[in-house]
């Protein structure tokens, strides 16, 4: 397990009370469990304290906080999670242009469970580096669900298979659409080029989605810098043996054997992957119905109790299969050097004692 240095009850202190600024904010990250595993030293932050500072009011601004009364989880989100994953990044962003990538925008894989806040972080490392003048976008594989007619047939060719039967694992992706934009994003290196990315829409057809028209796609200029791709199961490899697969859930056996088709259309074209680890794939169901909760709370519809376990049901035989070997090994094309795995609790904080790496 990988330890920080401990400063002891002042920076406890300084996280409790007053704005944070000057030796009182670099106590306070010097007390935060991602340094090393962001590659990050005490002498550096000492060093850049000024750019923690003004990184750190542009994240607030982001995310609404008011910087001079941060709470202890405003405080915690922005010093002891984003911004030493933002340094990372943005350390891989200078060590891809080093190695001759700069023909090619840096593609950054995101592998992290349903609601565990990789849809935020995201958002932030894009905002900041956008704002920061390095031309960033994002998409998901959320992006490339099969269109509702192909889902539909799909469903219906395995009418035995309830994992196939709704969006999701692996199988129901258009594999080819999402290459193409990957490399479309990752290529878009040229001031004025464009590109349009693909959005679904899951509330159509009652719920069940479809691919949003493209008018409705947003659409990127290049120059590009940064590609954050994000998704659940990204960087998932499929059991070797296809009966682990069936003593997981008979249903997964399929899946298993179509997800070994994205290591080439997908993963191949990451260039650097972070992963966000938990302790227990359940915690998605908990998190799930507190996101249904927020949505009620604010007048919108959202599923009952026995509908959110339906819905969370589909996806944990791919968790309990797949997560060991993610944890163990990295991504399927995880590197040295490019590999980032981050462990948060159930309050999607980085736990104090992070894993080793594994690649």
Not at 5 to 25: I, K, Q, T, Y
Request: proline share 6%.
């Amino acid at each position: 397990m990988t330890k920080v240095p401990n400063v002891g009850a002042h920076a406890a202190v300084c996280a409790a009370d007053g704005v944070l600024e000057g030796s009182d904010l670099v106590d306070y990250v010097l007390s935060g469990p991602l340094l090393a595993s962001c590659g990050l030293t005490p002498e550096s932050v000492r060093e850049n304290a000024a750019e923690w500072e003004r990184l750190g009011r542009q994240l607030a601004v982001q995310l609404e906080f008011d910087y001079e009364h941060l709470d202890r989880i405003q405080r915690l989100r922005i010093f002891h999670y984003y911004l030493p994953v933002y340094f990372w990044v943005d350390g891989q962003l200078r060590a891809h242009r080093e190695r001759g990538g700069g023909k090619t925008a840096l593609v950054l894989g995101i592998s992290a469970p349903q609601g565990c806040g990789k849809t935020t972080i995201v958002e932030q490392l894009e905002a900041l580096c956008n704002w920061l003048g390095v031309a960033a976008a994002s998409v998901s594989i959320d992006d490339f669900y099969l269109t509702r007619a192909d889902q539909a047939a799909l469903a219906e060719a395995n009418p035995g298979n309830r994992l196939l039967q709704l969006r999701g694992n692996a199988g129901t992706h258009d594999l080819a659409l999402g290459s193409a934009t990957i490399q479309e994003l990752r290529g878009l290196r040229q001031a004025g080029a464009t590109a349009a990315v693909p959005r679904y829409d899951k509330s159509a057809f009652g719920g069940l989605g479809d691919r949003a028209p493209q008018s409705a796609w947003p659409v990127v200029k290049g120059p590009l810098e940064v590609v954050f791709f994000e998704g659940w199961m990204s960087g998932f490899a499929p059991l070797p043996d296809p009966a682990a697969a069936a003593a997981v859930d008979p249903s997964l056996a399929l899946v298993n054997e179509m997800l070994g088709a994205y290591r080439e259309a997908w993963d191949a074209l990451v260039d650097s992957w972070l992963v966000i680890r938990i302790g227990d794939p359940q915690w998605v169901f908990k998190w799930r119905l507190q996101a249904e909760e927020r949505m009620k709370a604010g007048g919108k519809a959202g599923m009952s109790a026995e509908q959110i376990a339906d819905f969370v049901s589909r996806f944990i035989p791919a968790y309990a299969a797949f997560l060991p070997r993610l944890y163990a090994a990295g991504p399927t094309t995880a590197q040295p050097g490019r590999t980032l795995i981050i462990e948060v609790d159930q309050n999607r904080s980085p736990v104090a004692q992070q894993p080793a790496p594994v690649v």
